[in-house]
Antibody
Framework: DVQLVESGGALVQPGRSLRLSCTAS????????MNWVRQAPGKGLEWVGF??????????EYAASVKDRFTISRDDSKSIAYLQMNTLKTEDTAVYYC????????????WGQGSLVTVSS | QTVVTQEPSLTVSPGGTVTLTCASS?????????PNWFQQKPGQAPRALIY???NKHSWTPARFSGSLLGGKAALTLSGVQPEDEAEYYC??????????FGGGTKLTVL
């Protein structure tokens, strides 16, 4: 079975950094792009960014709200995608989800259960 | 800034049919936007329903269907069940791997 498990969420002060992990199992991780999506408390979903598979260059794209502060990377040998978040702001408080995407058909299918990041002093 | 607009809320009776739409501030939504649809229930992660306009995942119930309707992406539920009460989100692709979610539609089954 395909599984995505996020970890690393925590309470962190504004201006600090945090790294989330998304550990995948049940599929060939290296064949898929990985998305990060967040949801602030009581709000809708917001696309954060994504990393292509190595077969498509392994490059990344980001939403304007996080560009230059957040970095997505991947370790295909460990089947893990990472979201490095720097210079955190209170408005980054959210549940962060990773999801799998197949470029063919731009199919977003499996999601993790989410990891809560709270940015507060 | 690109805005994707959905109905904030809709109400449908059990067994009825309802259509949710997804509009883009940039103009008509076409298949090139690869619309995806997701269902989210309180306290749960989103669950994928539809990709690339009208394609269903293996777990998507037959009563859910996706289409393009009047320049918008659309999700139609036919024969609505009580368990379909949830928030529904569309996701559109704007090229360069940039995606934008709609604001969500809260569907009430009453």
């Amino acid at each position: 079975d395909v599984q995505l498990v996020e970890s690393g969420g925590a309470l962190v002060q504004p201006g600090r950094s945090l790294r989330l992990s998304c550990t995948a199992s049940g599929f060939t991780f290296g064949d898929y792009a990985m998305n990060w999506v967040r949801q602030a408390p009581g709000k809708g979903l917001e696309w954060v960014g994504f990393i292509r598979s190595k077969g498509y260059g392994g490059t990344t794209e980001y939403a304007a709200s996080v560009k230059d502060r957040f970095t997505i990377s991947r370790d295909d040998s460990k089947s893990i995608a990472y979201l490095q978040m720097n210079t955190l702001k209170t408005e980054d408080t959210a549940v962060y989800y990773c999801s799998r995407m197949a470029v063919a058909g731009m199919r977003v299918d499996y999601w993790g259960q989410g990891s809560l990041v709270t940015v507060s002093s | 800034q690109t805005v994707v607009t959905q109905e904030p809320s809709l109400t449908v009776s059990p067994g009825g049919t309802v259509t949710l739409t997804c509009a883009s501030s940039t103009g008509a939504v076409t298949s090139s936007y690869y619309p995806n649809w997701f269902q989210q229930k309180p306290g749960q992660a989103p669950r994928a329903l539809i990709y690339s306009t009208s394609n269903k995942h293996s777990w998507t119930p037959a009563r859910f269907s996706g289409s393009l309707l009047g320049g918008k992406a659309a999700l139609t539920l036919s024969g609505v069940q009580p368990e379909d009460e949830a928030e529904y989100y569309c996701l559109l692709y704007y090229g360069g791997a940039h995606w934008v979610f709609g604001g969500g539609t809260k569907l009430t089954v009453l």
